[in-house]
């Protein structure tokens, strides 16, 4: 929301500079959004792991009910479950949403891993459609497994 309001702002004092100013900073304002979309993208595609200190049972069921809540569907894929967003995201209008993978491991100990990556996506010009999503439900999930026990990420 502020980003909006930043280049908002800055659209209006460009505008005193006459029509010249403002198409200039249109297009540096599109390009800024594009390298941040481009930016993002790269974050989407890593992967993600966890060390959660839970039973395996447990976090299935946490990361099943994360979810099934709107905007995810479940599908065939290459983890043990496997969701494809839906509805708006950047970019996605015309385009194959992504599909995110969830793998679990028993850990000794009764801790759990939990590796969540984007097993499938369409890219377009290196950006991946409605990298928001994934991104907002990874943290979800993030915050979802930490308030079971204590989560440790793992670098990767």
Known sequence: M??????????LIASSGGFGAVVVYGLGVIVALLVLSLVFSVVAKRQVSYSVSAPRSEVVGLVYAEFKKVGWKEVDGRGELNYQSRGLGVGVQGRKHPVLSIDFEDLPGGTTRVDLWMSEW???????????????????????LSGV????????
């Open 2 to 11: 502020s980003l909006i309001v930043v280049a908002l702002l800055g659209g």
């Open 122 to 144: 369409e890219s377009v010009l290196g950006m991946v459609p409605a990298w928001d999503r994934v991104l907002s439900k990874r943290w979800m999930l993030g915050r979802r």
């Open 149 to 156: 026990s204590t989560v440790s990420k793992i670098a990767g």
